[in-house]
């Protein structure tokens, strides 16, 4: 099957750090580009961070520039995402998927653009 299983998802205080894991499943990652996206409850799914192959550059949302980082290892084929400084408005099912990565990713993205979509992981954040 052909899909992604994110992992790493857990609850954390704030101020707290996570690395989420984006495994693929029957086909590898070496010339995709990757991206990270969330929702929380009641909300729309928003682009988080995206990264291309080859150089590996990366685009991220706004309000977790800074705090979130994204990185690949081809040779697990894995994508993680790096999460520092976790505040109340980070909760939400992280997922991951393949689709074009572009500079306006945390604004907006086409949905019918990315494919491969796993199960997601969900990110708590409370004292």
């Known amino acids: 099957q052909v899909q992604f299983v994110e992992s790493g998802g857990d609850l954390v205080q704030p101020g707290g750090s996570l690395r989420l894991s984006c495994a693929a499943s029957g086909f590898t990652l070496d010339s995709l580009t990757i991206g990270w996206f969330r929702q929380a409850s009641g909300r729309e799914r928003g682009g988080v961070a995206c990264?291309?192959?080859?150089?590996?550059?990366?685009y991220y949302e706004d309000s977790v520039k800074g705090r979130f980082t994204v990185s690949r290892d081809n040779a697990k084929n894995t994508v993680y995402l790096q999460m520092n400084n976790l505040k109340h408005e980070d909760p939400a099912v992280y997922y991951c998927a393949v689709g074009p990565c572009r500079a306006h990713f945390g604004t907006y993205y086409f949905p019918h653009e990315y494919e491969h979509w796993g199960q997601g992981t969900q990110v708590t954040v409370s004292s």
């Open positions: 990264i291309s192959s080859g150089d590996g550059s990366a």
